[in-house]
Structures are given as structure tokens and as C-alpha cells.
């Protein structure tokens, strides 16, 4: 049983289906990624689990109970992270951080923020009013709000948006770090898809309200079988360009001595081969993977 | 119920408080100028008209500060989070609505209860006036009825913010005014023309506020006052929940509530 399950989950906002009938489910200690183009219902998903708009169909279990009559049980052991999410400017980090571990109960509240405080670095800003942090300091603080209660599931919407890369990075370690020693799920949306690779066990892409992928990031990529092929050769490239031609491939000169083919994975040893059987002289060769960027693009650009 | 949650709205209340001179401004100062402005007035009536008339002014206006401050504690404390993007946090917690409400009610009494005691000491070193002379009982009751009417008030305020947005933001704050001239704040239901006479008694301040001015002339608790206005606070009260629930709940479907954030 998944420490998420949803189900049939669908919202409609008068005649735009923002979310049409998903359904999915995240095991325990596994980060799932969600990804889409804007308006592929990523948000409106993470506001249904998060219990602040109602779906019109569907349903939600958390630790195996109906988050709908089990709400404030579940939220417990739920919390949330977004760069675009900001706490109360007025007050004070610290003042912030105090108000959100009594509305979780967190036990020895000081020294968990406080403890949080120093892995994240932002001892310094305690007393400074939320309003007046940048938006790394905001996104490392709402990171910290998000984990005080230690959630035994996270929903992160874009929680590195501005940061810089060295937080950016300990973010990510910290989330790896999370996952295998506390077992915590996440469930993980980006749009910087190196962060997706290194961190999510799965993945679903949404697009137009629905699932249109789903499966772990290498065996995503591996359904994109084209791959790009750079030579770099000394010889005239009228013989390469024949030799191409007549093999139906699809290429371009970037130099007058580089030439990029995209081509199936499974050519790529006959071409080159080809090549240097017309007695061109082939002095690096170069071969760019799909990775799921361009997974990514593919499903959005498919209308 | 939870105590630590209702703890953690109340801090973030006295958080808010400690660093806005605007809610100072709203709760303490605009309220004491205009007791001071009403006291004045009434050490003028007390030349025209008499002790009584002067006094009917003075304890209206007291006491409606213990509806505004109520009031206004629950709607405008609701839209500082939503100003600050800030409501999401609080309610993706495991707070319950009746938790954030309570926390509120708490907040509001404590707010009001401060400013009528300041009220009260500036009425009696200023104006000569001690409102205790209507007795502790009468104005316990007349609290209770008060901080009633004040919650039922706040969240019909806050349950319309909730559906319609911030764009109705000045409903916290200028609503309640739109209603005063009809609950007979500084003068007797009797000067009203007879059809807002009608209305005036659909609002329980209305008869806090005559039980108020019958104890000057008549010292002792007038039940039958206390009774009205206990009895359709009740009704009031129930179903100022109901259409708070139904707004919550419209919002919630409408996708309104994720998007008060901005």
C-alpha cells in the first residue's frame, strides 16, 4: 500500500478540465516527480493533496486513511515547501518558525529549529522580519518551516526556484539525505530536470490535466530512441553529405569539418563505419543521449 | 482542540501586533479618539439634556468598541495572512477551522476587554462617568452578548473574503458601519422611525445597548433585554457558521481559496 494513493482525481473549473481522472500512487521513502508544461495541472494536484481546493471527483488516501475524513490526522505527517509560498512578512524568521511548530505540536520546538537553522545556515537571519530576506533566504526558511514537523510525506513545488547553486545542491543532499534515513516520501515538482534525475525514483508527466508518462527517468529517456551524433572529420564534406543522403538520415553541417546527425541509437555503429569506409578520416566522435529534457519537450510540445 | 494550535494563532496574533502600528492604530488609539471625541460630546449634552442623555452616549460608545474590536480582530487578523500570502501555511496545518476561530474569539476578547478598561478609567478621570455603575453582572452580560454578536459578524466577513477575495477586503473593516445606525449604539430604539424599529430589533446589540441605558434609570439586569439578545445571537451565531461553511466550502470548489494567495 502506497503512503499516498490517489485515485480517479479530477477538477474542473467550469468548462476547463484542469485535472482529468489521474491516478497514482507513491510507496514509502520513494521521491516521485511531477512534471508538465504550465497549466498541465500540476498546481491544482498539489492544492487537492494539500486539502485547499476541493476535487470534484476522486480520492486521496494518505497512510492508507481518506485524507477528505481523516484531514487533520493526515496533515500531521504532511508539509510542504514551494519557492512561491511565503510566510508572514511582519514577523520575524524565528517568530515564523515558533507559531508553525505549535500548529504541528513539535516537541522541544526550539531545538529542532534551531537545529534546522544551522544546517540551512540562516542563524544569522532569525531575527529579521520575513519581508526583508531575499528570495534564497525566503525559499531556505519556508525549506525549514516545511520539515519542523518531520513530515513522513513532503510535497515540494519548485522548492529550489532561486536559490543559488551551492543551496541549491545541499538542498538537494539534504532531500537525499531525508529519504534514506527517515524513509520520507516526496512528492517532487521542477522544471529543472537535472534536479529530477538525480533525486526522483519515478516519474509522472501531466500534461493537459492527464498522465501521459510514467515510469523511472532512465527507462523514460530510453523511449526517446534517437540519438545526436557529432563527427568531426577531415575530408570534404560533400562525401559525407552524400553517403547521408543516400543512407535517408537527417543531418547538418554546424562546421565546415563537424557534421550532427540525429539518428535511431541502433544505426549509430553502421554510420560511422559507413564513413570511414569512403576513406574520411573521422578524429572525434561525439554522442548526446536523450535525456529527460528532451523527454520533457517531446510531451509538451504534443498538442 | 488543540491547545498548542490555538497557542500558535494567538502568538502569531501578539507576533503581528508587536511589529504592526496599524492594528495599534485600529485597536487602541482610533477607539480611544473616538471615545474621547463622544466623551466631549457628552460633557456637552450633559448641560443640554442631562446626566442620562449624556450617559446613553458614553456607554454606547464604549461598548461598541467591544463589537469593532472583535470584529475587526477576526476579519482584519484573517487578511493579514492574506496580504502576506501566508493563509496556505496555515491551513494546509492540521488546524481545524474551529481551532482558528477560537484563537480569534480568544484574541479578540482579550483586545477588547484591554481597550474597554482603558475606556473605562478614561471615562471616569475624564469624563466623570463609571461605567461600573451598571453593575459587574449587566456587564458580563452585556460581554458576552457583545463578543457574540461581534464572532457572528467577524466570520460572515471572513467566509465572504474567503469566496470573493481580497477585493472585498474593506467589508472588514467599513461592514459593520453600514449596520450601526440600526442596532441603537448612542440613542433609544424609540427616536428610529417605526419601520427601522422593526429592523433595529433583529440585531442583538439592540437590546444590550437598551438594557444598557433602562440600568442608568433603572439599576439592576433587565432579563428580558439580556434574554432577547441572548436568544437571537444564538440563531445569529448558528447561522453565521452556516454561511461561513457554505463560503469555505464554495471557495474551496471554486479553486478560490489556493488563489487568494495572489
Known amino acids: 500500500m502506497g503512503i499516498l494513493e490517489v485515485k480517479n482525481l479530477t477538477k474542473k473549473f467550469g468548462q476547463f478540465t484542469a485535472v482529468n481522472n489521474i491516478s497514482f500512487s507513491v510507496s514509502q521513502g520513494e521521491i516521485l516527480g511531477l512534471l508538465g508544461p504550465n497549466g498541465a495541472g500540476k498546481t491544482t494536484t498539489i492544492q487537492m493533496l494539500l486539502g485547499i481546493t476541493t476535487p470534484d471527483h476522486g480520492q486521496i488516501n494518505y497512510f492508507g486513511k481518506d485524507f477528505f475524513t481523516h484531514r487533520q490526522e ?14 508572514q512578512g511582519r514577523t520575524t524568521v524565528w517568530e515564523n518558525l515558533v507559531v508553525s511548530a505549535h500548529l504541528y505540536q ?25 519581508y526583508d530576506l531575499s528570495s534564497g533566504e525566503k525559499t531556505r526558511v519556508n525549506l525549514i518551516k516545511s520539515l519542523l514537523n518531520e513530515p513522513k510525506i513532503m510535497l515540494m513545488d519548485e522548492p529550489t526556484a532561486s536559490l543559488d547553486p551551492d543551496v541549491a545542491d545541499k538542498t538537494l543532499t539534504l532531500i537525499e539525505n531525508i529519504k534514506k534515513d527517515k524513509k520520507v516520501t516526496i512528492l517532487y515538482t521542477s522544471h529543472n530536470m537535472g534536479e529530477i534525475e538525480r533525486i526522483c525514483d519515478r516519474v509522472i508527466f501531466l500534461s493537459h490535466g492527464k498522465i501521459v508518462a510514467e515510469d523511472t527517468p532512465i527507462n523514460l529517456t530510453k523511449k526517446i530512441t534517437t540519438i545526436t551524433l557529432r563527427l568531426t572529420f577531415d575530408a570534404k564534406k560533400q562525401v559525407i553529405a552524400k553517403y547521408l543522403t543516400e543512407q535517408k538520415q537527417q543531418f547538418e553541417f554546424s562546421r565546415e569539418n563537424v557534421v550532427i546527425i540525429k539518428t535511431q541509437e541502433k544505426l549509430a555503429p553502421d ?3 559507413g564513413i ?10 561525439d554522442i548526446e543521449k536523450p535525456t529527460l529534457e528532451d523527454v520533457f519537450l517531446q510531451i509538451s510540445r504534443v498538442k | ?112 476587554l484591554f481597550m474597554f478598561v482603558l475606556a473605562s478609567i478614561l471615562s471616569i478621570y475624564v469624563f466623570h ?14 460581554y458576552i452578548n457583545l463578543i457574540l454578536f461581534a464572532f457572528g459578524f467577524g466570520i460572515i466577513v471572513v467566509g465572504l473574503i474567503f469566496r470573493f477575495g481580497s477585493r472585498i477586503q474593506a467589508f472588514a473593516w467599513a461592514m459593520i458601519g453600514i449596520f450601526q445606525p440600526f442596532m441603537a449604539v448612542i440613542y433609544p430604539v424609540s427616536i428610529l422611525p417605526k419601520s427601522l424599529q422593526v429592523i433595529s430589533y433583529l440585531f442583538p446589540p439592540t437590546y444590550v445597548f437598551e438594557a444598557a441605558r433602562a440600568s442608568i434609570a433603572n439599576p ?28 469555505f466550502k464554495a471557495s474551496k470548489k471554486k479553486g478560490q481559496f489556493a488563489r487568494l494567495e495572489g
Open chain 1, 74 to 87: 493526515c496533515l500531521s505527517d504532511i508539509n510542504f515547501a514551494s519557492a512561491f509560498n511565503t510566510l
Open chain 1, 106 to 130: 513539535v516537541k522541544e520546538y526550539k531545538k529542532r529549529i534551531l537545529d534546522l537553522v544551522s544546517y540551512f545556515e540562516v542563524g544569522r537571519l532569525l531575527n529579521s522580519r520575513y
Open chain 1, 271 to 273: 554510420l560511422i563505419f
Open chain 1, 276 to 285: 570511414k569506409s569512403r576513406e574520411v578520416w573521422i578524429t572525434d566522435i
Open chain 2, 1 to 112: 482542540m488543540s491547545i498548542n494550535r490555538i497557542k500558535a494563532i494567538l502568538l502569531h496574533e501578539m507576533f503581528m501586533m508587536r511589529h504592526s502600528f496599524e492594528v495599534i492604530n485600529d485597536i487602541v488609539i482610533y477607539p480611544l479618539l473616538q471615545i474621547v471625541i463622544f466623551g466631549f460630546l457628552t460633557l456637552y449634552l450633559f448641560g443640554l439634556n442631562g446626566k442620562t442623555a449624556g450617559g446613553y452616549v458614553l456607554i454606547g460608545t464604549i461598548l461598541w468598541q467591544i463589537i469593532s474590536i472583535t470584529q475587526y480582530s477576526i476579519s482584519v487578523g484573517c487578511l493579514w495572512d492574506v496580504w502576506s500570502r501566508n493563509l496556505t501555511n496555515i491551513f494546509i496545518s492540521p488546524i481545524s477551522i474551529y481551532e482558528y476561530f477560537t484563537a480569534y474569539i480568544i484574541s479578540g476578547t482579550l483586545k477588547s
Open chain 2, 129 to 142: 462617568f463609571n461605567i461600573l455603575h451598571l453593575g459587574i453582572i449587566n456587564l458580563f452580560l452585556f
Open chain 2, 220 to 247: 439592576g439586569v433587565q432579563w428580558e433585554y439580556i434574554g432577547k439578545a441572548f436568544f437571537i445571537n444564538i440563531i445569529f451565531v448558528y447561522l453565521s457558521m452556516m454561511f461561513f461553511d457554505r463560503m
